[in-house]
């Protein structure tokens, strides 16, 4: 994944913003590095990566940060010199075993959503665009069917938010409530996670960026830097971010979509029904009046 000149400068990240009086920088540091130590061993890209990424925010965060971040490096047998040295921790010694994956990797990735919604336009698209730098390959999320990007699209142009969020839920395996956040979030960005995940086209990303919200479709400008991400973003960054979203919606596959989904529902509400009002066929009838008094 070549960065030096596709995408923004990494000294962006300094500049990340409080949000709402709460400064994302320290958790985002210490997200980062969680994530970057439960792989047990990093190409030289991939290193450099995150030694800028963490060099940019080890000057802006505060000393219990900074102490946490060194612990967890302090016992990864690869970790980055330049990162110990400015931080003054020794290197571990490399016959330790690396540190193994726990449970702790679902509040890591709840951590890392909670900061990328909470995130400016600048620093989600840093986030994004470097995200599977930390981490190993996600698993693949097959592409939706047809049928399903025809009902997301419809959907939009419709400015129907909730039946977006519907399909959403469904086509990526999330839970009704990030689906709503993701559908309804008024910058765009986990829209375009979800279409580069989902192998929607530009084409139709575009539609959809331009009626499901108009916070986003009356700015041109906004739907054009969407766009440009949706190119820039990597299948692969979506996948983990889309990984991220599943941990949290404490799911871990995509839903398998059939064409003819809600047939199945009709279905289940038919069996449903009382036996007297159904034929033997299954076709659903009324019960014949019962006449009484003679009339």
């Given at each position: ?95 330790m ?22 995130a ?38 419709q ?32 829209i ?55 941990h ?40 014949s ?7």
């Amino acid at each position: 994944m070549a960065k030096s000149s596709a995408y923004p400068p990494l000294d962006g990240l300094v500049d990340l913003a409080c949000r709402d009086g709460v400064d994302i920088r320290p958790t985002l540091l210490r997200v980062l590095t969680d994530l970057y130590v439960q792989k047990p061993a990093h190409s030289g890209e991939e290193e450099t990566q995150y030694i800028e990424l963490a060099r940019g925010l080890i000057d802006v965060v505060d000393a219990t940060t900074l102490a946490i971040v060194a612990d967890k490096l302090s016992l990864y047998p690869a970790a980055p010199a330049a990162i110990l040295d400015r931080l003054g921790v020794s290197p571990v010694p490399q016959a330790m075993p690396p540190p193994q994956k726990s449970t702790a990797q679902r509040t890591v990735r709840t951590e890392l959503l909670e900061v990328f919604f909470a995130a400016g336009t600048d620093e989600r698209r840093l986030i994004l665009i470097n995200l599977d730098v930390a981490t190993d390959a996600a698993p693949r999320q097959p592409a939706a069917s047809s049928e399903m990007i025809r009902r997301l699209e419809n959907a939009a142009l419709q400015r129907n938010p909730g039946e977006f969020a519907r399909m959403l839920e469904r086509a990526l395996g999330v839970n009704h409530t990030l689906a709503e956040r993701i559908a309804r979030d008024p910058s765009g960005e986990p829209i375009v996670v979800a279409a580069r995940a989902l192998g929607m086209s530009a084409a139709v990303l575009h539609r959809v960026l331009l009626f499901l919200n108009p916070a986003i479709g009356q700015s041109v400008e906004r739907v054009y830097d969407l766009a440009r991400l949706y190119d820039d973003l990597t299948p692969a960054a979506a996948e983990h971010m889309l990984a991220i979203w599943r941990h949290a919606s404490g799911k871990s596959r995509p839903v398998h979509e059939p064409v003819h989904w809600d047939d199945e529902r009709r279905e289940a509400r038919s069996l449903s029904t009382p036996a007297r009002y159904r034929s033997d066929r299954g076709r659903i009838v009324q019960p014949s009046r019962v006449k009484t008094g003679g009339k």
